[in-house]
Protein backbone atom coordinates (compact mmCIF):
# COMPACT_ATOMS: atom_id res chain seq x y z
CA UNK A 1 0.00 0.00 0.00
CA UNK A 2 0.93 3.25 -0.89
CA UNK A 3 1.50 5.44 2.11
CA UNK A 4 1.19 9.30 1.97
CA UNK A 5 3.39 11.73 3.76
CA UNK A 6 1.66 13.32 6.90
CA UNK A 7 1.49 16.96 6.75
CA UNK A 8 3.64 19.08 8.80
CA UNK A 9 1.31 20.55 11.40
CA UNK A 10 3.83 23.13 12.54
CA UNK A 11 3.51 25.69 15.60
CA UNK A 12 -0.15 26.13 16.46
CA UNK A 13 -1.27 30.19 16.25
CA UNK A 14 -1.45 31.66 19.82
CA UNK A 15 -4.07 31.20 21.97
CA UNK A 16 -4.86 27.65 20.62
CA UNK A 17 -5.57 24.55 22.48
CA UNK A 18 -5.83 20.82 21.23
CA UNK A 19 -7.66 18.77 23.14
CA UNK A 20 -9.96 15.12 22.90
CA UNK A 21 -12.67 17.60 23.15
CA UNK A 22 -11.52 19.87 20.48
CA UNK A 23 -11.27 17.25 18.25
CA UNK A 24 -14.76 15.75 19.00
CA UNK A 25 -16.68 18.97 18.17
CA UNK A 26 -14.78 20.15 15.42
CA UNK A 27 -14.94 23.44 17.44
CA UNK A 28 -11.62 25.78 18.11
CA UNK A 29 -10.47 26.74 21.44
CA UNK A 30 -8.66 29.76 22.38
CA UNK A 31 -7.15 29.97 25.40
CA UNK A 32 -7.63 32.99 27.46
CA UNK A 33 -5.41 35.49 27.85
CA UNK A 34 -4.33 35.95 31.66
CA UNK A 35 -4.17 39.53 31.56
CA UNK A 36 -7.37 40.25 29.39
CA UNK A 37 -10.65 38.95 30.60
CA UNK A 38 -11.99 40.69 27.41
CA UNK A 39 -10.39 37.79 25.20
CA UNK A 40 -11.43 35.10 27.70
CA UNK A 41 -14.93 36.20 26.82
CA UNK A 42 -14.64 36.40 23.47
CA UNK A 43 -13.38 33.30 22.85
CA UNK A 44 -16.89 31.47 22.60
CA UNK A 45 -18.06 33.33 20.26
CA UNK A 46 -15.22 33.27 17.90
CA UNK A 47 -15.13 29.37 18.55
CA UNK A 48 -18.68 30.10 16.67
CA UNK A 49 -16.78 32.46 13.91
CA UNK A 50 -14.73 29.38 13.23
CA UNK A 51 -17.41 26.50 12.74
CA UNK A 52 -19.98 29.20 10.98
CA UNK A 53 -17.22 29.56 8.14
CA UNK A 54 -16.17 25.89 8.21
CA UNK A 55 -19.74 24.60 7.58
CA UNK A 56 -20.83 27.45 5.01
CA UNK A 57 -17.46 27.56 3.42
CA UNK A 58 -17.42 30.99 2.91
CA UNK A 59 -19.33 34.26 4.32
CA UNK A 60 -19.06 38.19 4.81
CA UNK A 61 -19.65 39.88 8.34
CA UNK A 62 -23.45 40.40 7.63
CA UNK A 63 -23.58 36.80 6.60
CA UNK A 64 -22.26 35.44 10.33
CA UNK A 65 -24.28 38.40 12.18
CA UNK A 66 -27.07 37.64 10.68
CA UNK A 67 -26.63 33.71 11.41
CA UNK A 68 -25.09 34.39 14.79
CA UNK A 69 -27.32 37.07 16.11
CA UNK A 70 -24.83 39.67 16.86
CA UNK A 71 -23.88 43.12 14.88
CA UNK A 72 -21.87 43.11 11.76
CA UNK A 73 -19.58 45.57 13.53
CA UNK A 74 -18.80 43.25 16.42
CA UNK A 75 -18.26 40.27 13.90
CA UNK A 76 -15.78 42.17 11.76
CA UNK A 77 -13.38 42.76 15.15
CA UNK A 78 -13.64 39.23 15.35
CA UNK A 79 -12.58 38.60 12.11
CA UNK A 80 -9.83 40.68 12.94
CA UNK A 81 -8.25 39.46 15.24
CA UNK A 82 -9.04 35.84 13.64
CA UNK A 83 -7.51 36.67 10.51
CA UNK A 84 -4.35 38.64 12.65
CA UNK A 85 -3.86 35.09 14.31
CA UNK A 86 -3.67 33.22 10.96
CA UNK A 87 -7.03 31.36 11.31
CA UNK A 88 -9.36 33.28 8.56
CA UNK A 89 -8.65 35.16 5.38
CA UNK A 90 -10.27 36.66 3.02
CA UNK A 91 -11.75 34.98 0.25
CA UNK A 92 -12.88 35.98 -3.47
CA UNK A 93 -15.53 38.77 -3.65
CA UNK A 94 -18.63 37.17 -4.53
CA UNK A 95 -22.38 39.12 -5.47
CA UNK A 96 -23.66 40.71 -2.53
CA UNK A 97 -27.23 42.26 -2.17
CA UNK A 98 -26.52 44.52 0.58
CA UNK A 99 -26.47 47.79 0.05
CA UNK A 100 -24.46 50.06 -2.84
CA UNK A 101 -20.81 50.19 -3.63
CA UNK A 102 -18.40 47.62 -3.23
CA UNK A 103 -19.20 44.00 -2.87
CA UNK A 104 -18.81 43.08 1.10
CA UNK A 105 -15.76 41.11 1.74
CA UNK A 106 -16.39 36.99 2.27
CA UNK A 107 -13.86 35.46 4.63
CA UNK A 108 -12.62 31.51 5.05
CA UNK A 109 -10.83 29.39 7.40
CA UNK A 110 -6.97 28.91 6.56
CA UNK A 111 -5.51 26.03 6.32
CA UNK A 112 -3.87 27.13 9.56
CA UNK A 113 -7.34 26.92 11.11
CA UNK A 114 -8.39 23.65 9.74
CA UNK A 115 -5.13 22.44 11.33
CA UNK A 116 -5.90 23.76 14.33
CA UNK A 117 -8.55 21.77 14.94
CA UNK A 118 -6.44 18.72 15.24
CA UNK A 119 -5.91 17.10 18.59
CA UNK A 120 -2.69 16.07 19.92
CA UNK A 121 -3.23 12.40 19.00
CA UNK A 122 -2.46 12.22 15.35
CA UNK A 123 0.83 10.95 15.83
CA UNK A 124 -0.42 8.01 17.97
CA UNK A 125 -3.23 6.85 16.20
CA UNK A 126 -1.07 6.44 12.56
CA UNK A 127 2.05 4.81 14.97
CA UNK A 128 -0.74 2.41 15.98
CA UNK A 129 -2.21 1.94 13.11
CA UNK A 130 0.89 1.10 11.32
CA UNK A 131 1.80 -1.34 14.04
CA UNK A 132 -1.37 -2.86 13.64
CA UNK A 133 -0.85 -2.99 9.19
CA UNK A 134 2.54 -3.97 9.93
CA UNK A 135 1.53 -7.12 12.27
CA UNK A 136 -1.91 -8.20 11.11
CA UNK A 137 -2.10 -6.29 7.30
CA UNK A 138 -3.86 -4.06 5.93
CA UNK A 139 -7.24 -5.95 5.85
CA UNK A 140 -6.56 -6.08 9.72
CA UNK A 141 -6.79 -1.92 9.45
CA UNK A 142 -9.78 -1.54 7.39
CA UNK A 143 -11.95 -3.99 10.37
CA UNK A 144 -10.35 -1.61 12.62
CA UNK A 145 -12.21 1.25 10.74
CA UNK A 146 -15.37 -0.94 10.18
CA UNK A 147 -15.65 -0.95 13.76
CA UNK A 148 -14.85 2.26 14.48
CA UNK A 149 -18.05 3.17 12.39
CA UNK A 150 -20.36 0.35 13.46
CA UNK A 151 -19.99 1.62 16.95
CA UNK A 152 -20.97 5.44 15.14
CA UNK A 153 -23.96 3.52 13.62
CA UNK A 154 -25.49 2.65 17.13
CA UNK A 155 -26.03 5.88 18.01
CA UNK A 156 -26.99 7.14 14.64
CA UNK A 157 -29.35 5.08 13.28
CA UNK A 158 -32.17 5.75 15.71
CA UNK A 159 -31.93 9.34 14.60
CA UNK A 160 -32.24 8.24 10.41
CA UNK A 161 -34.96 5.91 11.34
CA UNK A 162 -37.00 8.43 12.54
CA UNK A 163 -37.60 10.80 9.98
CA UNK A 164 -38.78 9.88 6.13
CA UNK A 165 -36.02 8.46 3.87
CA UNK A 166 -36.19 11.91 1.65
CA UNK A 167 -34.85 13.39 4.54
CA UNK A 168 -32.35 11.07 5.39
CA UNK A 169 -28.74 12.85 3.85
CA UNK A 170 -30.00 16.28 5.97
CA UNK A 171 -30.19 13.65 9.50
CA UNK A 172 -27.24 12.40 8.41
CA UNK A 173 -25.20 15.72 8.28
CA UNK A 174 -26.79 16.93 11.41
CA UNK A 175 -25.59 13.89 13.31
CA UNK A 176 -22.02 14.15 11.91
CA UNK A 177 -21.62 17.76 12.63
CA UNK A 178 -22.65 16.79 16.15
CA UNK A 179 -19.25 14.70 16.28
CA UNK A 180 -17.39 17.54 14.43
CA UNK A 181 -17.57 17.08 10.87
CA UNK A 182 -19.17 20.01 10.20
CA UNK A 183 -21.31 18.44 7.51
CA UNK A 184 -24.31 19.93 5.13
CA UNK A 185 -26.20 19.09 1.99
CA UNK A 186 -26.57 20.80 -0.97
CA UNK A 187 -28.68 19.48 -4.21
CA UNK A 188 -27.11 17.79 -7.28
CA UNK A 189 -28.62 16.81 -10.52
CA UNK A 190 -29.85 13.49 -9.72
CA UNK A 191 -29.76 13.76 -6.40
CA UNK A 192 -27.89 14.89 -2.83
CA UNK A 193 -24.00 15.99 -1.76
CA UNK A 194 -23.70 15.42 1.43
CA UNK A 195 -20.34 17.42 2.32
CA UNK A 196 -17.87 17.34 5.03
CA UNK A 197 -16.22 20.73 5.72
CA UNK A 198 -14.38 19.32 8.58
CA UNK A 199 -12.60 15.73 8.96
CA UNK A 200 -10.95 15.23 12.38
CA UNK A 201 -9.14 12.41 11.23
CA UNK A 202 -7.84 13.48 8.22
CA UNK A 203 -4.21 13.20 8.73
CA UNK A 204 -4.83 9.86 9.94
CA UNK A 205 -7.14 9.06 7.09
CA UNK A 206 -4.00 10.65 4.42
CA UNK A 207 -2.08 7.70 5.30
CA UNK A 208 -4.67 5.06 5.87
CA UNK A 209 -7.64 4.76 3.30
CA UNK A 210 -9.44 2.46 4.93
CA UNK A 211 -10.96 5.09 7.06
CA UNK A 212 -12.40 6.84 4.10
CA UNK A 213 -14.01 3.72 2.14
CA UNK A 214 -15.52 2.45 6.28
CA UNK A 215 -16.89 6.04 6.34
CA UNK A 216 -18.37 5.71 2.89
CA UNK A 217 -19.93 2.47 3.88
CA UNK A 218 -21.40 3.74 6.72
CA UNK A 219 -23.09 6.23 4.68
CA UNK A 220 -24.85 3.47 2.20
CA UNK A 221 -26.11 1.79 5.28
CA UNK A 222 -27.49 5.01 6.58
CA UNK A 223 -29.29 6.20 3.68
CA UNK A 224 -30.29 2.98 2.15
CA UNK A 225 -28.27 2.89 -1.15
CA UNK A 226 -25.25 2.65 -2.94
CA UNK A 227 -23.33 6.20 -2.64
CA UNK A 228 -20.06 7.90 -4.89
CA UNK A 229 -17.10 9.53 -2.46
CA UNK A 230 -16.46 12.51 -4.95
CA UNK A 231 -13.58 14.01 -2.46
CA UNK A 232 -11.79 14.03 0.45
CA UNK A 233 -10.01 16.41 2.85
CA UNK A 234 -7.51 13.56 3.05
CA UNK A 235 -6.73 13.32 -0.66
CA UNK A 236 -5.90 17.23 -0.45
CA UNK A 237 -9.29 18.18 -1.70
CA UNK A 238 -11.22 21.17 0.47
CA UNK A 239 -13.92 19.05 1.36
CA UNK A 240 -14.98 15.56 1.87
CA UNK A 241 -17.87 15.35 -0.80
CA UNK A 242 -20.45 12.03 -0.51
CA UNK A 243 -22.71 11.80 -3.71
CA UNK A 244 -26.28 10.41 -3.10
CA UNK A 245 -28.43 9.99 -5.90
CA UNK A 246 -32.12 10.08 -5.65
CA UNK A 247 -33.16 6.99 -7.32
CA UNK A 248 -31.03 3.65 -6.15
CA UNK A 249 -30.03 1.35 -8.09
CA UNK A 250 -29.66 -1.16 -5.55
CA UNK A 251 -30.96 -0.11 -1.99
CA UNK A 252 -28.56 -1.38 0.94
CA UNK A 253 -30.76 -1.88 4.42
CA UNK A 254 -28.80 -2.50 7.45
CA UNK A 255 -30.56 -6.17 8.21
CA UNK A 256 -29.52 -7.46 5.26
CA UNK A 257 -26.02 -6.49 4.59
CA UNK A 258 -23.21 -7.10 6.93
CA UNK A 259 -21.02 -4.46 8.27
CA UNK A 260 -17.83 -6.08 6.71
CA UNK A 261 -19.36 -6.37 3.60
CA UNK A 262 -18.34 -3.25 0.96
CA UNK A 263 -21.73 -1.28 -0.26
CA UNK A 264 -20.37 1.69 -1.82
CA UNK A 265 -18.68 2.94 -5.00
CA UNK A 266 -15.18 4.74 -4.61
CA UNK A 267 -13.92 7.15 -7.11
CA UNK A 268 -10.32 6.49 -7.86
CA UNK A 269 -7.80 9.43 -7.77
Same mark, same amino acid.
Given at each position: ?8 ? +???? %?????? %? ?9 ? $???? /??? %?? =? ?16 ? /? ?14 AGIRRHLDHLAADGL ?36 ? @? ?9 ? @? +? ?12 ? $? ?18 ? @? ?10 ? =????? %? ?23 ? $? ?21 ? +? ?33
Open positions: MTRLTRRGA +GPRP %AGIVAS %AYFRHTGVVQF $EPST /TST %AV =ASDAPTRQRVVRTLLERR /TATAGDLADVLGLTPVEAAPNRASTRGRGRPARSFRVTDAGRDALEQGYDDL @AVSALRFVADT @A +GDAAVLDFARRRWA $EAEARIAPQLDAVPHVNRPQ @ALARALTADGYA =ASVRS %APHGHEVCQHHCPVAHVAAEFPQLC $EAETEFFARMLGRHVQRLATIAH +GDGVCTTNVPTSATSTTSRASTPRTTPTAERTTA
